[in-house]
């Protein structure tokens, strides 16, 4: 035999050889590999959009997040806009570029995502990929159906999830955390508790508007200032006002949008809601609020409401980035023309969302299995060690394993509170969800929402009550003009056919 032919197949024999070495090391690293991480094995990434803006999960080794990567194989990369979040979505979807998970709190920008048919139904997603999910036997039925009823199928799981049949499974919390969850409001007003010290004003002087606007008047004529700075009578929540401070105002004013015969009525007309503008009017014009206040970014308003300056805030209490040790609240302010508060559903819950799972997602197996995890009791209990608000937060779960609250939680307790302990507040009646498929009453809303966005800021604005009295007629007339009446007509009819009232 050749020689040189013996050497080639020794090469070859040995090349082979090499070749089924190298494939039995690759199928034994990956059984280690499967050993470590059971559920995939090697990392994968899923994208997690989210509109809620505060929102800042952290990432760092030892997370919460972390953690749940180390055990489902998952890692997520965070999408949230700090503006413009649904514009920012509907371009990713035009753009094919969905997310792989879906969390919103816009109606509108949830049913666009249902009947685009670019999220999973979450009963199919699981069936396919994970037939064993406890969220297959598990949701609550309850929060299911109205689900299913506003969606038309079960495309999405419910933030703060809280529920009658979801609370029978975990039990009843402790008392201190009972009324907690059922009286918290993260909307409402609270004051500098150093700077009414230094004024001598206590809350039980703070009840009525007049004591409130005599509270301002005093710290500005007494030139009180904090490290030579002049002390911020009031401050409203910056660019975000109008769904915060002014949901706040309007229901401090008495402005309910349900009427005691079930009918539906916009705020904006009745006489609630024009003394809810005409009160912040009056706050420019004696300058208790100054004009760029209007237009702050969520930092600046928590920036200036730790500088020591600002004597009142209200809007947004919970993402206010506040000592609460440093704050008291009187609760409500009680209107000049004896209309009692309200508790608008706005200020009882400022971040419910729906979280979604895209059909565009390339591991859809993974998404399952990630959502499975982080839904379950280990799950949510990975990233409660960050003490983080998430969209998938199962409220009645958290609140049932709350230990003895400490000197800060009691704190918060009695800012977020307060609103709902004034023996003065009434709870707004239920608001049936309006059906976002009625084709004429999404363009009425839009119309009218957005005059009223676009225009709100010159009536507040106005210089005297005079041309407030003016701009108000002009501004309820250019309404008109965009159909708020047949809105308010349609919206009525709708709800007297939904709570059975004539």
């Not at 995939?40 to 953690?67: C, H, T």
């Not at 749940?68 to 194989?73: F, K, N, R």
């Not at 707004?428 to 009625?438: K, Q």
Request: net charge negative; glycine share 8%; with cysteine.
């Amino acid at each position: 035999m050749d020689k040189r032919i013996g050497r080639k197949q020794i090469v070859q024999s040995g090349i082979v050889a090499l070749l089924l070495f190298s494939l039995i090391w690759q199928v034994w690293e990956n059984e280690v590999g499967h050993e470590e991480a059971p559920q995939f094995g090697q990392e994968s990434q899923l994208s997690w959009y989210s509109d809620y803006i505060f929102w800042n999960p952290p990432i760092e080794a030892g997370s919460g997040s972390e953690k749940i990567t180390e055990h489902t194989g998952v890692r997520i990369e965070y999408i949230i806009p700090e503006d413009n979040g649904d514009i920012r979505l509907s371009l990713m979807m035009t753009n094919r570029s969905m997310p792989d998970i879906v969390s919103v709190s816009d109606r509108y920008m949830i049913r666009h995502l249902v009947e685009s048919g670019e999220v999973w139904e979450i009963d199919e997603l699981m069936e396919t990929y994970l037939p064993g999910s406890h969220l297959l036997t598990d949701y609550p039925e309850d929060v299911k159906e109205k689900l299913i009823h506003r969606d038309g199928g079960w495309y999405g799981l419910a933030s703060n999830l809280h529920s009658e049949e979801n609370k029978k499974r975990y039990g009843q919390p402790d008392a201190f955390w009972e009324e907690m969850q059922r009286q918290k409001s993260d909307y409402g007003i609270i004051w500098n508790r150093a700077l009414l010290k230094r004024m001598g004003i206590s809350l039980n002087q703070l009840g009525t508007e007049e004591e409130v606007i005599a509270a301002f008047g005093t710290a500005q004529d007494k030139e009180i200032t904090v490290n030579g700075k002049p002390v911020i009578p009031l401050l409203v929540d910056g660019s975000r006002y109008q769904r915060t401070t002014l949901q706040v105002l309007s229901g401090f004013f008495g402005a309910e949008t349900v009427d005691g015969q079930g009918g539906y009525r916009e705020g904006i007309l009745t006489e609630e809601g024009k003394h809810t503008l005409r009160f912040l009017n009056e706050m420019v014009q004696d300058d208790y609020v100054s004009p760029d206040q209007f237009v702050m970014t969520p930092y600046q308003v928590k920036r200036t409401l730790n500088s020591g300056q600002v004597l009142c805030f209200v809007g947004d209490i919970i993402n206010s980035g506040i000592d609460p040790e440093e704050w008291v609240s009187n609760g409500v302010i009680l209107s000049s023309d004896g209309a009692k508060p309200v508790l608008p559903d706005a200020c009882r819950e400022s971040r419910s969302m729906t979280t979604f799972i895209s059909k565009s997602c390339e591991n859809p197996e993974a998404a399952a299995k990630w959502l499975d995890y982080v839904t379950s009791e280990e799950g949510m209990a990975a990233y409660l060690e960050d003490n983080e608000w998430w969209p998938l937060r199962n409220d009645d779960w958290y609140y049932s394993v709350k230990q003895e609250p400490d000197e800060r939680e009691i704190a918060w307790k009695q800012l977020l509170c307060a609103y709902v302990r004034k023996p003065e507040t009434r709870m707004h009646r239920p608001l049936p969800m309006f059906p976002a498929s009625n084709q004429r009453l999404r363009e009425l809303e839009t119309a009218v929402n957005s005059y009223i966005t676009d225009n709100i800021n010159t009536l507040i604005m106005e210089e005297s009550q005079e041309n407030f009295e003016r701009g108000f007629a002009v501004f309820i007339e250019d309404l008109e003009l965009r159909g708020i009446r047949e809105l308010e007509t349609l919206k009525r009819d709708f709800c007297i056919s939904n709570t059975g009232n004539a």
